[in-house]
């Protein structure tokens, strides 16, 4: 007991469970330090190279142990690696667990309240990939961020073909495909007639070359000529640093399977109906590489998934990261699929999903969307149907994303096969059945024999 002002008041205290703890405020100019509350266990430090080490030696002169920072943008990164290589024992926070701070807003007082936080265990640590994903996560994200330059680049490739009055849009489905690209160029070149131009057409295109002649009477405005020009050469360039980062996803893939002989001794038949996208790298067999990164567990055979998918989720946690989720829905939660329950007074306030993506949460909604768009029954095409009659679409993608993410964690962490009890035939198997059994039905139909077919039997 504490007796102030005639009056007697307990006094609550709190169990220190870091005794060692340091806490950092992170910017962008500088990083403010706390080993202690007083004021001369407080000291700025720059962001430059020796400030850093700088800083660790003050650390060290403490004996710090343990050191607590705010993930703030991009600039925790170098502090975070130099801290890692002296020994610390580093706790990377979301920002939002560390802003009741009461009062004015000063970084002095953020970087003692989070050391205070961090002395008291209350802060709990992000989750980090190991550095080899991390190293794979810079390619795939870059390389993502090119084909979005692309696709924004093809947009504007269109808008100056519509203020030529070339519909090239109209008459052929991707602008940025073989005849597309092949018309382009000549149109760039100075060829001005719509036979010759038609003439580009490649054998896949649906239309002839009179309908694509259509569309290609041009009004040859310089000034519009010129900026399809220079797009052009920016779709090319950026196609060319695509390829570029394909070279090095495949080699950093490669160097994490050569190195550990339990990965590389899995091998997988190739896939041969399963559907390949037009932005999916061209040099890299997925198929094989994340059976052998996953250990043997062969993820593709879920359907809706892609070859983007399963590079997102080799690139963004791997097989170490989603180990380190202790149950599926740790790892669902972590990736904001779970309701987010909110209870007061035993009365549910509310149970939405939490706000916010990261690149593999999107992944997975991309391959609910593409589940739910399937026209074969399967287990989870049922499941997405059902909570789209009772929810809608947006509720069954977020939903059928979460099962994906248990289904996944369970065949990686536990070894579960995914097994698809009524089966599941990609799109060029389909097509052949259909086939085989229209053939069948017209046999039947004519009465047709083995001498009417030209079949000979020995």
Request: aromatic content about 8%; glycine content about 6%.
């Amino acid at each position: 007991f504490k007796k102030l002002r005639g009056m007697e008041q307990d006094v609550i205290s709190m169990e220190i469970i870091n005794p060692k703890a340091a806490g950092i405020d992170v910017g962008s100019r500088s990083h403010w330090a706390a080993v202690g509350q007083s004021e001369q266990d407080i000291k700025e430090y720059g962001v430059f190279n020796e400030d850093l080490f700088a800083l660790a030696d003050w650390f060290d002169l403490h004996g710090i142990k343990t050191i607590a920072m705010e993930s703030t943008g991009t600039y925790w990164q170098s502090l975070y690696a130099v801290l890692l290589s002296r020994g610390f024992h580093v706790i990377l926070c979301n920002g939002k667990f560390t802003k009741n701070i009461k009062g004015k807003k000063t970084d002095v007082k953020d970087c003692q309240w989070i050391q205070k936080l961090h002395s008291l265990g209350l802060l709990s640590g992000s989750f980090l990939p190991d550095g080899e994903t991390e190293q794979l996560r810079t390619y795939c994200r870059h390389r993502s961020n090119l084909i979005h330059s692309s696709a924004s680049t093809s947009k504007k490739m269109q808008k100056y073909l519509r203020l030529l009055n070339l519909r090239l849009d109209v008459v052929v489905k991707d602008v940025c495909g073989l005849t597309g690209l092949a018309i382009i160029q000549a149109i760039c070149d100075g060829e001005k007639d719509p036979q010759k131009l038609a003439s580009l057409r490649h054998g896949n295109c649906k239309r002839s070359e009179e309908e694509i002649a259509k569309a290609l009477h041009s009004n040859n405005r310089e000034d519009y000529l010129f900026a399809l020009k220079q797009e052009l050469d920016t779709y090319r360039y950026l196609q060319d640093k695509i390829a570029q980062c394909d070279l090095e996803i495949e080699r950093k893939l490669s160097e994490i399977i050569g190195r550990d002989d339990n990965k590389k001794q899995h091998y997988i038949d190739p896939k041969v109906h399963k559907r390949v996208n037009k932005n999916t790298p061209k040099n890299i067999d997925l198929n094989l590489k994340s059976y052998q990164m996953f250990e043997g567990t062969d993820l593709l055979a879920i359907e809706g998934m892609s070859y983007s998918t399963v590079l997102a989720l080799m690139s963004e946690v791997g097989i170490d990261g989603i180990k380190k989720f202790s149950t599926a829905k740790h790892f669902a939660s972590w990736l904001r699929l779970a309701p987010n329950n909110k209870v007061s007074g035993g009365k549910v306030l509310s149970s939405r999903v939490p706000k916010g993506s990261n690149r593999l949460k999107i992944a997975l909604r991309n391959a609910a969307n593409a589940i739910g768009n399937l026209k074969e029954s399967t287990p989870l095409r049922d499941f997405f149907h059902r909570i789209n009659f009772r929810k809608g679409r947006v509720s069954a993608i977020s939903a059928t994303a979460r099962k994906l993410a248990v289904i996944i964690w369970n065949m990686v962490v536990k070894g579960t096969p995914y097994i698809n009890p009524e089966g599941y035939l990609f799109l060029d198997q389909k097509r052949k059945l259909g086939l085989v059994k229209r053939i069948k039905k017209q046999i039947d139909k004519f009465a047709l024999t083995n001498e009417d077919l030209g079949i000979e039997i020995n």
